[in-house]
């Protein structure tokens, strides 16, 4: 089990943007693999983006790439997802999220530890 605790998460207008932040409370391994994923006002949950620990390596959902970029700080134990151009359907509890296995999966579900989320809105 880790501890993850997300950070960042506010009120911006269409086009601002928001950088999030998710800090680790335990080391993560580095055969690890770090998602933000969301959950909208629906309650529909989707994947946003992940990235492998060790490698580096991203996947993005397709509505996200080219505006959100993740990425980590091995050494802070934490990763963050800056978000550019917002729209608002970026409006959702962002959760990050993180399973042990340096292969990213754009498969929510794959993802067995989660934080408790930060509440990202965009108004029009």
């Known amino acids: 089990q880790v501890q993850l605790v997300e950070s960042g998460g506010g009120l911006v207008q269409a086009g601002g943007s928001l950088r999030l932040s998710c800090a680790a409370s335990?080391?993560?391994?580095?055969?690890?693999?770090m998602a933000w994923i969301r959950q909208t006002p629906r309650k529909e949950r989707e994947f946003v983006a992940a990235?492998?620990?060790?490698?580096?390596?991203?996947v993005y959902r397709d509505s996200v790439k080219g505006r959100f970029t993740i990425s980590r700080d091995n050494a802070k134990n934490t990763v963050y997802l800056q978000m550019n151009s917002l729209k608002p359907e970026d409006t959702a509890v962002y959760y990050c999220?993180?399973?042990?296995?340096?292969?990213?999966?754009?498969?929510?579900?794959?993802?067995?530890?989660w934080g408790r989320g930060t509440q990202v809105t965009v108004s029009s």
């Open positions: 990235i492998s620990w060790r490698g580096g390596n991203t």
């Open positions: 335990g080391r993560i391994p580095s055969s690890s693999a």
């Open positions: 999220a993180a399973r042990f296995t340096d292969t990213t999966s754009t498969d929510y579900t794959d993802y067995p530890f």
